[in-house]
């Protein structure tokens, strides 16, 4: 069905704009933003970081809306139909196999909340950071029950696209967003009222040099802003493609980013604080949340329910940034392949989970604990392909694409067609054709070349 005029649209401009958050706010917000801030040494890193949002992330996510909403299509057809007879679809290619990838692993990484979820209820969790390490090493060492919870994780993904577009994902994220909002607060709350909270607020909110160089800092910061804000592989374009001409992208977008940025923060706010409080490390990397985590909450009075109420949110979280990755690969098979959106959904579903045993297996034969942000694992080097390879050349070819083919004057007079609300000024054009290419070019062969020169 390539026929744009029965495609499904949002039923409000709120759900476009909670679908996006959603799909932004994720493992990214709770999971990676406080280990990369953590492993960059603090405030400095968060200072960068957002001075990256508004010059790269805003650009790149109106972006790719105009996009979707100006060819009312998945990734590689919205290529196909804005320049028809040309290569260019193949981004859109890129896009779609960057979702399968990513989603493979953030599925896997989703089973482990939800296992956690269970492990706090049934008061597994002690005080001891070494305990609790080797209680994680336990869990991802196991053949059957990490690969059984990412079966659950994908299933609840699976069922959710299979509903559609309002009644999907529009009526899970409208539901799911509220309990998320209250989970945090409760969790921010506890946290920096605990006596000794100041050194993580500190550490969190006043800068300091970079502990691993500005180069690292840089590439992180910008990996970081395209992970967390889905870029790079067509999320916008695929949701953006259900949006209404009424629909005021400029204004949606600060939405969006406004949500995204203000969860990472208050990420930062809930864990920092803890996890100076009661003594444990803040640069314990990709660790952090499974296994300095579930320390930092034993110790804490109440911390069993603390402990869950943070694993539930992490799933949730999770989980309406997976329904997006979906949505983007299941959008292709409906427009370009004809099938049907269950069909579409469950196959996918199927596929996905089964390229994501490795990835759930892969994590046995870890020696020690000191596992950075690159790791020799296969779930590891994934996610170091995807964000430091996949979504940056996905984001390099559209801005280059949008600017200079379909040409900035297209895309801002796509996004200022609402006629009323906030309007992409002049700034924009030259944001698109130079500082946005550059900017992510430089820092995605910076990074590549550290990563095989070190
Ligand atoms: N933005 C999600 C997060 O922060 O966890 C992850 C993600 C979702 C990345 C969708 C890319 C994507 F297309």
Do not use: C
Request: glycine share 14%.
């Amino acid at each position: 069905m390539a026929d744009g005029s029965r495609r499904e649209s949002w039923a409000s401009r709120l759900g476009f704009i909670l679908a996006a958050a959603g799909s932004a706010v994720g493992l990214g917000n709770i999971w990676r933003f406080p280990y990369v801030v953590g492993t960059n040494g603090g405030a400095i890193f968060v200072i960068i970081y957002l001075i990256i949002v508004v010059l790269v992330g805003y650009p790149m996510m109106v972006t790719e809306s105009v996009i979707g909403r100006s060819s009312k299509r998945n990734p590689v057809g919205a290529f196909k139909a804005l320049a028809p007879n040309s290569l260019w679809w193949i981004v859109g290619a890129l896009g779609v196999l960057t979702g399968f990838v990513i989603l493979s692993y953030y599925s896997v990484v989703g089973g482990w909340s939800l296992a956690y979820v269970f492990r706090s209820i049934g008061g597994d969790f002690g005080s001891d950071a070494g305990e609790m390490t080797n209680l994680f090493l336990g869990h991802v060492s196991d053949a059957w029950v990490p690969v059984i919870w990412h079966l659950v994780f994908m299933g609840l993904t699976v069922a959710i696209i299979a509903g559609g577009v309002v009644k999907g994902i529009q009526r899970w994220v409208t539901v799911l967003w509220p309990v998320m909002g209250l989970l945090i607060l409760v969790l921010v709350i506890r946290s920096v009222t605990l006596e000794g909270a100041g050194a993580g607020l500190a550490f969190f909110l006043a800068p300091e040099a970079p502990s691993q160089g500005w180069g690292r800092l840089l590439i992180d910061a910008i990996a970081q802003s395209f992970f967390t804000l889905s870029l790079g592989m067509g999320v916008f374009i695929t949701y953006g493609s259900y949006l209404s001409d009424r629909d005021n992208i400029p204004s949606s977008a600060v939405a969006v980013v406004g949500l995204d940025t203000g969860i990472a923060i208050l990420g930062g706010l809930m864990i920092f604080p803890a996890v100076f409080a009661l003594g444990f490390e803040a640069d314990a990397g990709v660790g952090l949340t499974f296994m300095t985590l579930p320390a930092v909450f034993a110790t804490m009075p109440l911390g069993g329910l603390f402990g869950t109420i943070f694993f539930i949110l992490l799933s949730v979280a999770a989980l309406t940034s997976a329904i997006s990755l979906l949505e983007v690969v299941t959008a292709w098979l409906i427009d370009e392949k004809g099938w049907s959106r269950g069909k579409s959904a469950a196959v996918l579903g199927a596929v996905i989970f089964l390229v994501g045993i490795p990835s759930s297996l892969g994590f046995g034969p870890w020696e020690g604990v000191s596992i950075g942000a690159i790791g020799d694992t296969l779930l590891d080097n994934y996610d170091w392909v995807a964000n430091s390879v996949l979504l940056p050349l996905g984001g390099l070819l559209t801005a280059i694409f949008a600017g200079w083919i379909w040409t900035a004057k297209s895309a801002q007079d796509e996004a200022n067609k609402a006629g009323q609300g906030l309007r992409l000024g002049g700034w924009y054009g030259p944001v698109l054709k130079f500082v946005l290419p550059l900017a992510i070019a430089f820092v995605m062969i910076w990074g590549i070349i550290e990563h095989f020169v070190s």
